[in-house]
Every structure is written in structure tokens, then in C-alpha cells.
Nanobody
Framework: HVQLVESGGGSVQAGGSLRHSCTSS????????MAWFRQAPGQVREGVAS???????SYADSVKGRFTTSKDNAKNILYLQMNSLKPEDTAMYYC????????????????????WGRGTQVTVS
């Protein structure tokens, strides 16, 4: 079992920045993928960014060039740096993880992930 605890959400004006953190209990000696998803009211949960144990990354087209995900392996913390925020980025943001190595890039498909955090709210006005 993997525990994931997000922090760093909040309210910001359009054009501003926020950084999410996800403290995890992922076993760094295994192959894994971790990802950020978001869900706005009435919308499906969508993948935003992902990273795997080989540090390969994937990003949704809507956030490319604005969001960056990274992982501090020493602290076992996943980060999502969000810049140039837009009102349409408003959503609950979730951290997710799975023990698996994908042939290509880490996926942004929610059904591929097993472990989930409880989420933190981001509001952009």
C-alpha cells in the first residue's frame, strides 16, 4: 500500500503560480509511476502530469509549458509547479501512483493508477 498526502493548494489570481507537494511512501527501489490529476465540478478526472522512476515525464497539452512535475527522491516528495495559471485550471488536484514500468512514457490515464491521495483545491480567479 502507498500513502499519498497532497499539500500546497490554494487561491491565486490568473497569471500567478502555485506549487503542489505530494508526500508519498512509494518504494523508490521499485519501478513506479506517479501522476497529478485534476477534477473540476461536473467534469471527468483528467491527467495533468506524470513522472516515472526513470524520470520520464508526460504532460497534458493544456498545461505544457506552464506546469512542471518533479520528484525529490531523498524526501520521497512529488512536486507540481504551476505557472501562468488560468481560471480553467481551477479544480481539485490529486496525486496518484502505481508500481509499474511502462514501455513508453508514464500514462495520464486515471484507470492505470492504483493509489490516490485525497486532493487539494486550487482556485484561480
Amino acid at each position: 500500500h502507498v500513502q499519498l498526502v497532497e499539500s500546497g493548494g490554494g487561491s491565486v489570481q490568473a497569471g500567478g503560480s502555485l506549487r503542489h507537494s505530494c508526500t508519498s511512501s512509494v518504494d523508490r527501489h521499485l519501478s513506479y509511476c506517479m501522476a497529478w490529476f485534476r477534477q473540476a465540478p461536473g467534469q471527468v478526472r483528467e491527467g495533468v502530469a506524470s513522472i516515472d522512476s526513470e524520470r520520464r515525464t508526460s504532460y497534458a497539452d493544456s498545461v505544457k509549458g506552464r506546469f512542471t512535475t518533479s520528484k525529490d527522491n531523498a524526501k520521497n516528495i512529488l512536486y507540481l509547479q504551476m505557472n501562468s495559471l488560468k481560471p480553467e485550471d481551477t479544480a481539485m488536484y490529486y496525486c496518484a501512483a502505481v508500481y509499474r514500468r511502462y514501455t513508453r512514457y508514464p500514462p495520464l490515464i486515471k484507470d492505470e493508477y492504483i493509489f490516490w491521495g485525497r486532493g487539494t483545491q486550487v482556485t484561480v480567479s
